[in-house]
T-cell receptor, first 129, second 113 residues
Framework: QLHLQESGPGLVKPSETLSLTCTVS??????????WGWIRQPQTPGRGLEWI?????????NYSPSLKSRVTISVDTSKNQFSLKLRSVTAADTAVYYC???????????????????WGQGTLITVSA | DIVMTQSPDSLAVSLGERATFNCKSS????????????VGWYQQKPGQPPKLLIF???TRESGVPDRFSGSGSGTDFTLTISSLQAEDVAVYYC?????????FGQGTKVEIK
């Protein structure tokens, strides 16, 4: 059964870089049928889920336009891991960060990135001095 | 970006009763080329990550109880729990993957009355 686990420091200072790694076990990150993504969830009531970006095992990426200038996602197939770097963080970046597998769908109409399943347990990142 | 708006924000239902909640997209998320609606539903229990319940608006993920069902097309979608169980207390999110960036609704909190 596929399992994803986020790791990284729980506390980051304002203006610094948040770095997280997602380790995939029970399956290969080089699976051509899946992308790998990062999603975050602020802990403020009423704030929902926000997609950060996704990566394919080849290294192809796509990012949220609102975060694109500060985000880099990379993949290390030899370690079965993918990573997130978010630069110049502020208090607004405080959230639970999840990694997840994203299904890649092909049919006669084209190819699409679709739903997220499964998700890692999530890690709370607090931005504070 | 496509905005997903869920209603109601919260819902209290008696055990064994039907729970129905809605999700409306700011534009159609039906792909007429394959007749698929690019919507998923997730369940999130306290302290846990979201869990996929439904994809393509109405296809139940493997292992999901058949009391959960999804319906709708175009811009209006519904998740129904036919007979609410205690373990269904959670926040439910809809998600569109029709266009990038993928976006989620704000969630509907389901509680026991």
């Amino acid at each position: 059964q596929l399992h994803l686990q986020e790791s990284g420091p729980g506390l980051v200072k304002p203006s610094e870089t948040l770095s997280l790694t997602c380790t995939v076990s029970g399956g290969s990150i080089s699976d051509s049928n899946h992308y790998w993504g990062w999603i975050r969830q602020p802990q403020t009531p009423g704030r929902g889920l926000e997609w950060i970006g996704s990566i394919y095992y080849s290294g192809s990426t796509n990012y949220s336009p609102s975060l694109k200038s500060r985000v880099t996602i990379s993949v290390d197939t030899s370690k079965n891991q993918f990573s997130l770097k978010l630069r110049s963080v502020t208090a607004a970046d405080t959230a639970v960060y999840y990694c997840a597998r994203r299904q890649f769908w092909y049919d006669m109409s084209g190819h699409y990135s679709t739903w997220f399943d499964p998700w890692g347990q999530g890690t709370l990142i607090t931005v504070s001095a | 970006d496509i905005v997903m708006t869920q209603s109601p924000d919260s819902l209290a239902v008696s055990l064994g009763e039907r729970a129905t909640f809605n999700c409306k997209s700011s534009q159609s998320i039906l792909n007429s080329s394959n007749n698929k609606n690019y919507v998923g539903w997730y369940q999130q229990k306290p302290g846990q990550p979201p869990k996929l319940l439904i994809f393509w608006a109405s296809t139940r993920e493997s292992g999901v109880p058949d009391r959960f069902s999804g319906s709708g097309s175009g811009t209006d979608f519904t998740l129904t729990i036919s007979s609410l169980q205690a373990e269904d207390v959670a926040v439910y999110y809809c998600h569109q993957y029709y266009s990038s960036p993928p976006t989620f609704g704000q969630g509907t909190k389901v509680e026991i009355k």
